[in-house]
């Protein structure tokens, strides 16, 4: 009975213009709560990132940094010490490729690869921002309004690996702006024959454009046996996405197998 009373009035309210535009509203302002309780700084050097790079960097050997932009990850990455590295740096954008290829061109360890990543070969429309701008995608409306539409190739994690004799990858990282989850499914093969130890990517705004889940993602990575985890400044956390649901909003998010679970224990935190 109580129940039928709570429909009945819910219905008789959602016919008024005005209070429906006010649960819009309240709506609108419960998710950008929840999304500042899960977000992470979008800079490299002030977000979970660095930490995490700082933590594990001395023991990968290989890595692939999809979202090249500036290359401030990769020269963390390099900078990290330990073992030789072997690295793949994806990116479609000319100014971020002009900068990279200042930074890395000379270095033998490093291989920039002048594409976007997604989970087929071919081409995709890339709207590019001045001075390899940090919202430079492939999805539509997302990046500045001056952003110029090119015309970009497409390539996938698992062709380039293969075309690169990279078997194995240590740690992954993701970061395109809303094509995240198709760089995900274009390193399926990677990532169901449990050849990687790390992915971190990152989930924001631009994913709804692109019509990608944060759910679908971490549906992809379990199914492999990697644990998803919230990334910030303070360590690991497990995600409670029944909760939380899709907020688009900035996070970043690492997905780790079951030996750099326990390498990394001591960071995780659990349920946020």
């Known amino acids: 009975m109580l129940r039928s009373s709570i429909v009945a ?14 649960a819009v509203f309240v709506r609108n302002q419960a998710n950008t709560i929840v999304r500042l309780r899960l977000t992470d700084s979008p800079w490299v050097r002030e977000s979970g990132e660095k930490w995490l790079i700082e933590e594990v960097g001395g023991r990968c050997r290989t890595f692939v940094d999809v979202g090249g932009n500036r290359g401030t990850w990769t020269e963390l990455m390099l900078a990290s010490g330990g073992e030789p590295k072997k690295g793949l740096i994806f990116e479609p954008s000319t100014s971020a490729l002009r900068m990279l290829r200042d930074k890395f061109g000379a270095r033998s360890e490093v291989t920039i690869i002048p594409a976007a990543v997604s989970d087929q070969l071919g081409e995709t429309q890339f709207f590019e921002e001045n001075e390899a701008g940090g919202t430079s995608s492939c999805v539509p409306g997302y990046s500045k309004p001056d952003a110029v539409r090119r015309v970009v ?18 740690f992954m990282k993701i970061d395109i702006e809303g094509f995240d989850l198709y760089a995900l499914r274009g390193a399926r093969k990677l990532i169901d024959e449990r050849r990687v130890g790390i992915i971190q990517f990152e989930y924001n705004e631009s994913w709804l454009g692109s019509g990608s889940t944060i759910h679908g993602a971490v549906d992809l990575l379990t199914s492999a046996g990697m644990e998803v985890f919230l990334l910030n400044l303070n360590g690991l956390y497990t995600p409670n996405l029944a909760l939380y649901g899709e907020y688009f909003g900035l996070s970043n998010y690492v997905a780790l197998s079951p030996a750099w679970r326990e390498k990394l224990s001591a960071r995780i935190r659990g349920p946020l």
């Open 9 to 22: 009035t819910k219905s008789l309210l959602a016919k008024s213009q005005a209070f429906t535009r006010f």
């Open 153 to 170: 190739k497409t390539t996938t994690v698992d062709a380039s690996l293969a075309e690169h004799g990279m078997s194995d990858v240590d």
